[in-house]
């Protein structure tokens, strides 16, 4: 391995997982999945969960830890995890599926980039489940606008309007592009 003058580090290929410490664990394991429509690719009940939906062995594990506290919502720490679909159908069947199950989002909103469905776990933790409405390039575009510096937060939709706007045939380029709102700032995110 040759030495490298550069100063950053090498960065890793992707993001293999994320692990809850829960002292609701069976709670928290037949919501997520439920959820992520995952199975369990390993588990020690009442101590260890980890379930998958994809390639990976797992990509969320749930610790149980019944001597430990709820989550405090003002202090630092994790503010969420986020899971992509493939198409902007796909993050709507999604919806509706949960919807059927009882899991309610808090928030729906068009950032600009992503097109976005929040929800909260059991134990509170808030989940992202999104579309990307934007390639990359157009995405570096989008958050470097001044459309975006006076809002980066996005504009609130109602996910059955858009389902119905999708079931029309309305053009997915109209279905994403974030409509102006004005300013709007962190304090406007719902909890």
């Known amino acids: 391995m040759a030495a490298s003058m550069n100063t950053s ?11 809850f410490r829960s002292h609701n664990l069976e709670k928290m394991r037949n919501f997520y999945l439920q959820f992520l429509g995952a199975k369990i690719a390993f588990e020690i009940p009442n101590v260890l969960a980890f379930l998958r939906y994809d390639e990976e ?5 749930i610790i149980g830890m019944p001597d430990i506290g709820d989550k405090v919502k003002n202090s ?3 503010e969420h995890i986020a899971f992509t679909f493939d198409t902007l159908n796909d993050l709507l069947q999604a ?4 919807k059927a199950l009882g899991i ?3 928030w729906c909103v068009n950032h600009g980039p992503t097109t976005s469905i929040y929800y909260h776990d059991p134990d509170g933790n808030t989940i992202e489940t999104e579309y990307d409405n934007l390639d990359t390039d157009s995405a570096d575009a989008y958050v470097s606008s001044e459309a975006y510096r006076i809002n980066p937060i996005g504009v609130d939709f109602d996910p059955e309007e858009l389902i119905r706007r999708l079931d ?7 279905l994403i592009k974030r409509p102006e709102s004005g300013p709007r700032g962190p304090e406007d995110v719902p909890e």
């Open 9 to 19: 580090t090498i960065p890793p290929s992707k993001l293999a997982h994320v692990v």
């Open 76 to 78: 630092n720490g994790l």
């Open 104 to 106: 309610h989002p808090f």
């Open 57 to 61: 062995h797992h990509r969320l594990g």
């Open 95 to 98: 919806y509706q599926q949960r």
């Open 168 to 174: 029309t045939g309305e053009p997915l380029e109209d």
